[in-house]
Each structure stands twice: as structure tokens, then as C-alpha cells.
């Protein structure tokens, strides 16, 4: 089994900054893949980045990017230039697609 | 098409009707899942269908019955709900494990 943790239930930035959502999990796995997931108000769920366990290199994608700390079981989402369609909901999830508690994001103008 | 299509998106049944929940994807996945959430909660995990077989069931009260008639399709038939089953259902699907899901927009569900 696993478990994901999400520690921070609700975040605040500034337009145009950069903020890091933690996430830290617990698997036997020795391969594995980490998720983060956005839901914004409208409640669809969108894959925002994943990341391979056997990878060492942080995945990207445009303004996001993860800090995977593999021995520290550690898998935090970095979001740069932060925008206000960046409002939501985030959820971290391992293999087995079950969420984390989830952090949500407000955006200042 | 990348898509999963849930039908209806908002559903109002007592508690002695019988419902089905409709969920389509046409991307040729393998997997596609049920979840449940309720507000300011995350999605919980209810069933995974692989190969059109069902794969996980996470100790869902009988009165949940999934169903996936073939590869494209999965359905949930409700049946006896209670009001605390009232939630949004989402629907998503993948093209197999460790692969990223693609969501539904939910069907959001209220037992009078």
C-alpha cells in the first residue's frame, strides 16, 4: 500500500511569484511514478506534472516543476511566474492514482 | 478525441430510486476508474476496472454497483442510496498503470 501526505492545506501567492507545495508519501515500490493533479473551481481534474521514481532528473512542464527527493520520500511542485488561473485545488498521488489530502492555492493580484 | 464524457452531470434521486451513472471515453484506455468526492475533500478511490475486469474495489457499500460492458463504457448503477452519499462522481480513465489519469467533468449527485 501507500500513502500520500499533504501537510499544507491551504497556500497563498503573489501574482508573478513563486511558490512550493509540499507532498511526501510512503511506498514499498521500488518503481513508482509520482502525480500532481490541479482542480480548479470547475472541478475538472487536470494532470499538472508526473514524475518517474527511477529518473533522478525533476520533471518539468513550462512554469511547474517538482523537487523529487527520492530518500527523503519527498515530492514537492514548484510553481514559477505565478498566474491567477493557477487558483486551485492540488493533490500529489503515487501508483495507485489515491490522493493526498490536497493544498489549496489562492492567488493574489 | 480526449475526452471522458460523464452522463448526466447532475442527478437528484430519493432514496429508494434506482440510478445509473454513465461514464464514455473513446482514447482506447485501458483502465478508467470511479471516485467519489465530497466538498473541500479529495477524490476517494471506489473502483478500478482493468481490461474491462474489475480490478480494485475499495470496500464500497453494495448499493454501488459498477459495471463496464466493454472498453469504452463504464457504468455505476445506484440503488438504495442515503443522503451522506450525496458527493460529485468522477469518472477517469488511463491508457494503463502508472500512466496519467484523464477526468470527467463528474456527475454531481444529491440523495433526497
Known amino acids: 500500500a501507500q500513502t500520500v501526505t499533504q501537510s499544507q492545506p491551504e497556500m497563498s501567492v503573489q501574482e508573478a511569484e513563486t511558490v512550493t507545495l509540499s507532498c511526501t508519501y510512503d511506498?514499498?515500490?521500488?518503481?513508482?511514478?509520482l502525480f500532481w493533479y490541479k482542480q480548479p473551481p470547475s472541478r475538472q481534474m487536470i494532470l499538472v506534472i508526473r514524475q518517474e521514481a527511477y529518473k533522478q532528473q525533476n520533471a518539468t512542464e513550462n512554469r511547474f516543476s517538482v523537487n523529487f527527493q527520492k530518500a527523503a520520500k519527498s515530492f514537492s511542485l514548484k510553481i514559477s511566474d505565478s498566474q491567477l488561473g493557477d487558483a486551485a485545488m492540488y493533490f500529489c498521488a503515487c501508483n495507485d492514482m489515491r490522493f493526498g489530502a490536497g493544498t489549496r492555492l489562492t492567488v493574489k493580484p | 478525441d480526449t475526452e471522458v464524457t460523464q452522463t448526466p452531470k447532475h442527478l437528484v434521486m430519493g432514496m429508494t430510486n434506482k440510478k445509473s451513472l454513465k461514464c464514455e471515453q473513446h482514447m482506447g484506455h485501458r483502465a478508467m476508474y470511479w471516485y467519489k468526492q465530497k466538498a473541500k475533500k479529495p477524490p476517494e478511490l471506489m473502483f478500478v476496472y482493468s481490461y474491462e475486469k474489475l480490478s480494485i474495489n475499495e470496500s464500497v457499500p453494495s448499493r454501488f454497483s459498477p459495471e463496464c460492458p466493454n472498453s469504452s463504457l463504464l457504468n455505476l448503477h445506484l440503488h438504495a442510496l442515503q443522503p451522506e452519499d450525496s458527493a460529485l462522481y468522477l469518472c477517469a480513465s488511463s491508457r494503463g498503470p502508472n500512466e496519467k489519469l484523464f477526468f470527467g467533468s463528474g456527475t454531481q449527485l444529491s440523495v433526497l
Open positions: 511506498t514499498s515500490e521500488s518503481d513508482y511514478y
